[in-house]
């Protein structure tokens, strides 16, 4: 199984927001958070979307291929 570029780059993004927690004045650690939350949420989004593609892609090499167009026959 492999992760999707957009879905690690989501990742990142959230490890980087959860590292500068402990620099943050702490009046803001709520936009670090929020943003790491929000991250995440688009990480694991894109991670269920590339999973689903993936299946839909073998089911369709299983089958007999694309349909013709109308105007080949």
């Known amino acids: 199984m492999r992760i999707s570029r957009r879905a690690l780059f989501f990742l990142a993004v959230a490890l980087v927001f959860l590292l500068m927690i402990p620099p943050t004045p702490p009046e803001f ?13 688009w990480a694991t989004l894109l991670g ?25 026959h």
């Open 29 to 41: 650690r709520w936009l670090n958070l929020s943003m790491a939350g929000l991250a995440l949420f």
């Open 48 to 72: 269920i979307e590339d999973l689903t593609n993936r299946r839909q892609d073998s089911d369709l090499r299983n089958d007999e291929g694309p349909p013709d167009p109308p105007w080949a």
